[in-house]
């Protein structure tokens, strides 16, 4: 059968899909990017769409506006819809399934009109360090500076009025799915970033919702902690469909129906185990995007408890170890933005795509340990390292090996240098097994540069696959056609090793001694030099 049979009979599948609604679309909200993706009857991609976007530091707070939320989602829904048309020549009315995803975290306080109290505040804030504390102490249970229950618990301590009038606290995904349906729902990984769950019981932790309404009994509020949390729902369970209110909030042109069934709304973490297929016990896999953040599916719990280490949950709601730093590539981006600019400035035309690759290959070329150079790619504050604030930090000495290949390396190395720190506790300390590593996010585009420092970093084998660009928006998808096609006892772990990565192709690539021992050398330069980076903190503020 010729190449070009095959391409229309795929084109004719997926347009038979969109007519019978066999279709379901994830939408993910990242750091920088809305991405809008729609997944035929063979979960291969039918359509797509993104939306560029930014968060704000506004007031000491890293922000997105209410309006940037819905201007974003509506543009990225609208590209994927004429995506739809361009393509197939159908308008898009009808969808089996949706599922919406967003970063973890964060803090969205509603008051009982529904009205926000107070700016969203991200991920990226760390102004949470008392609460963590002592919400670490009170629960012994690991509570982040991101997760929302420290957010509200910092709010609590710094005496914000709004808090009496919170009725509703939720995450970005929770938000976009209690618009869209009228449900105040999450998803069990989602949920995970807000309040520790008890895997016994798949839900919040009733020892630890007591133990926190407890602890603030004397401000007397008119809310217990559990009537502030959405709902949890689990990997299959339907939470919800979409209204008319929601159908027009979707798409302005009015043509999408509604009735359309919901999954439960999930974090990033979540869908990226979904969308590299490691959700089973001894899988993990690394997202390095703005923010850097490795996941292990945990056997058993972990013997203690771990400032740098989250536990939360898969979308099913088994156990998960995950490592966060809250920087990764931005500040590569930054340079890589520097050298287009001389470029263009010497009258040479590039590719941005292009240029990252050449710089990534020309690492290849660098020392092991990066020929002495250090850097701090710190935008934000870093939790795992004690960093309070942003302050990206580059350093050498005369003696250093000071070239582009060790320059662009250094910078690679750095953006999982807090990551290694978490990683090693799991490794060393817990003894952990990993049995598989899969790789996503825009650091693993150009083939075996980001592999190999990861494989480094892991002591493992790690593998991309060859469909690791559609990220979480697939994964999301996914997790809205295993809602709508899985039979009674059938496991998300089961449903994506069977039908949806079967025959999916993987690179791997394996850990070096000499990469291994660089990296090794580079992180005891990265934890000896981080006084120079509190010093810049202390510096420039």
Same mark, same amino acid.
């Given at each position: 059968?010729?190449?070009?049979?095959?391409?229309?009979?795929?084109?004719?599948?997926?347009? /038979?899909?969109?007519?019978?609604?066999? !279709? %379901?679309?994830?939408?993910?909200?990242?750091s920088?990017?809305?991405?809008?993706?729609?997944?035929?009857?063979?979960?291969?991609?039918?359509?797509s769409?993104?939306?560029?976007?930014?968060?704000?530091?506004?007031?000491?707070?890293?922000?997105?506006?209410?309006?940037?939320?819905?201007?974003?989602?509506?543009?990225?829904?609208?590209?994927?819809?004429?995506?739809? @048309?361009?393509?197939y020549?159908?308008?898009?009315? &009808?969808?089996?399934s949706?599922?919406?995803?967003?970063?973890?975290?964060?803090?969205?306080?509603?008051?009982?009109?529904?009205?926000?109290?107070v700016?969203?505040?991200?991920? &990226?804030?760390?102004?949470?360090?008392?609460?963590?504390?002592?919400?670490?102490?009170?629960? @012994?249970?690991?509570? *982040?500076q &991101?997760?929302?229950?420290?957010?509200?618990?910092?709010?609590?301590?710094?005496?914000?009025k709004?808090?009496?009038?919170?009725?509703?606290?939720t995450?970005?995904?929770?938000?976009?799915?209690?618009?869209?349906?009228?449900?105040?729902?999450?998803?069990?990984?989602?949920? %995970?970033?807000?309040?520790?769950?008890?895997?016994?019981?798949?839900?919040?932790?009733?020892?630890?919702?007591?133990?926190?309404?407890?602890?603030?009994?004397?401000?007397?509020? *008119?809310?217990?902690?559990?009537? /502030?949390?959405?709902?949890?729902?689990?990997?299959? =369970?339907?939470?919800?469909?979409?209204?008319?209110?929601?159908?027009?909030? #979707?798409?302005?042109?009015?043509? #999408?129906?509604?009735?359309?069934?919901?999954?439960?709304?999930?974090?990033?973490?979540?869908?990226?185990?979904?969308?590299?297929?490691?959700?089973?016990?001894?899988?993990?896999?690394?997202?390095?995007?703005?923010?850097?953040?490795?996941?292990i599916?945990?056997?058993?719990?972990?013997?203690?408890?771990?400032?740098?280490?989250?536990?939360?949950?898969?979308?099913? $709601?088994?156990?998960?170890?995950?490592?966060?730093?809250?920087?990764?590539?931005?500040d590569?981006n930054?340079?890589?933005?520097?050298?287009?600019?001389?470029?263009?400035?010497?009258?040479?035309?590039?590719?941005?795509?292009? #240029?990252?690759e050449?710089?990534?290959?020309?690492?290849?070329?660098?020392?092991?340990?990066?020929?002495?150079? /250090?850097?701090?790619? +710190?935008?934000?504050?870093?939790?795992? !390292?004690?960093?309070?604030?942003?302050? *990206?930090?580059?350093?050498?000495?005369?003696?250093?090996?000071?070239?582009?290949?060790?320059f662009?390396?250094v910078?690679? +190395?750095?953006?999982?240098?807090? /990551?290694?720190?978490?990683?090693?506790?799991l #490794?060393?300390?817990?003894?952990?097994?990993?049995?598989?590593?899969?790789?996503?996010?825009?650091?693993?585009?150009?083939?075996?540069?980001?592999?190999?420092?990861?494989?480094?970093?892991?002591?493992?084998?790690?593998?991309?696959?060859?469909?690791? $660009?559609?990220? $979480?928006?697939?994964?999301?998808?996914?997790?809205a056609?295993?809602?709508?096609? &899985?039979?009674?006892?059938?496991?998300?772990?089961?449903?994506?090793?069977?039908?949806?990565?079967?025959?999916?192709?993987?690179?791997?690539?394996?850990?070096?001694?000499?990469?291994?021992? $660089?990296? =090794?050398?580079?992180?005891?330069?990265?934890?000896?030099?981080?006084?120079?980076?509190?010093?810049?903190?202390? +510096?420039?503020?």
């Open positions: 059968m010729s190449g070009g049979v095959c391409v229309n009979e795929k084109k004719n599948s997926s347009k /038979l899909d969109i007519i019978e609604g066999r !279709t %379901s679309l994830g939408i993910e909200f990242g920088t990017r809305i991405k809008a993706v729609l997944i035929g009857s063979d979960y291969s991609v039918i359509a769409g993104s939306h560029e976007w930014e968060n704000r530091l506004e007031a000491g707070n890293w922000t997105y506006s209410l309006d940037a939320i819905w201007q974003g989602l509506q543009e990225s829904y609208q590209k994927m819809a004429l995506d739809v @048309e361009e393509k020549g159908e308008t898009l009315k &009808r969808i089996g949706i599922g919406f995803s967003g970063m973890m975290h964060g803090y969205l306080a509603f008051d009982k009109k529904g009205g926000l109290l700016p969203f505040r991200t991920w &990226r804030n760390a102004s949470t360090e008392q609460a963590e504390r002592e919400l670490t102490r009170l629960f @012994e249970h690991n509570i *982040p &991101r997760w929302s229950i420290a957010h509200l618990y910092q709010a609590i301590l710094n005496d914000e709004h808090v009496a009038d919170i009725t509703y606290l995450t970005l995904s929770g938000y976009i799915h209690w618009k869209l349906t009228g449900k105040k729902m999450i998803g069990i990984g989602d949920a %995970s970033g807000m309040f520790p769950i008890d895997e016994t019981i798949k839900n919040y932790d009733r020892r630890m919702l007591n133990k926190f309404d407890d602890l603030i009994s004397e401000k007397d509020y *008119p809310w217990t902690i559990s009537e /502030l949390l959405p709902e949890i729902g689990l990997a299959g =369970d339907e939470t919800g469909q979409l209204s008319e209110t929601g159908a027009r909030l #979707l798409d302005r042109s009015g043509k #999408l129906q509604a009735g359309i069934p919901l999954c439960p709304p999930e974090g990033d973490a979540g869908t990226g185990m979904v969308a590299t297929n490691s959700v089973a016990e001894h899988t993990g896999n690394i997202s390095a995007g703005t923010s850097v953040f490795a996941m599916v945990l056997a058993n719990p972990l013997k203690k408890v771990y400032p740098q280490i989250d536990i939360v949950t898969t979308p099913s $709601g088994s156990l998960v170890a995950m490592v966060h730093a809250n920087n990764c590539s931005s590569i930054a340079w890589v933005q520097l050298f287009k600019e001389f470029a263009e400035t010497i009258g040479a035309s590039i590719d941005m795509a292009e #240029l990252f050449t710089l990534f290959i020309k690492t290849l070329e660098a020392d092991k340990e990066c020929g002495g150079l /250090l850097s701090y790619g +710190y935008y934000s504050g870093e939790n795992i !390292t004690g960093i309070k604030e942003g302050r *990206p930090v580059f350093v050498r000495t005369p003696e250093s090996k000071f070239n582009l290949a060790n662009m390396k910078h690679l +190395y750095s953006a999982f240098g807090a /990551l290694k720190i978490g990683m090693d506790i #490794l060393k300390e817990e003894a952990i097994q990993i049995d598989s590593v899969v790789g996503h996010g825009g650091l693993f585009k150009t083939k075996e540069v980001g592999q190999k420092a990861v494989a480094a970093v892991m002591k493992s084998p790690v593998s991309v696959m060859e469909n690791a $660009g559609e990220g $979480g928006a697939w994964g999301m998808a996914l997790l056609a295993y809602m709508r096609e &899985r039979t009674a006892d059938e496991s998300l772990a089961e449903f994506l090793s069977q039908k949806v990565f079967i025959n999916v192709k993987e690179s791997t690539v394996t850990p070096n001694e000499e990469d291994v021992a $660089g990296f =090794d050398l580079f992180i005891e330069r990265y934890k000896d030099g981080l006084p120079i980076e509190q010093a810049a903190v202390d +510096y420039l503020r």
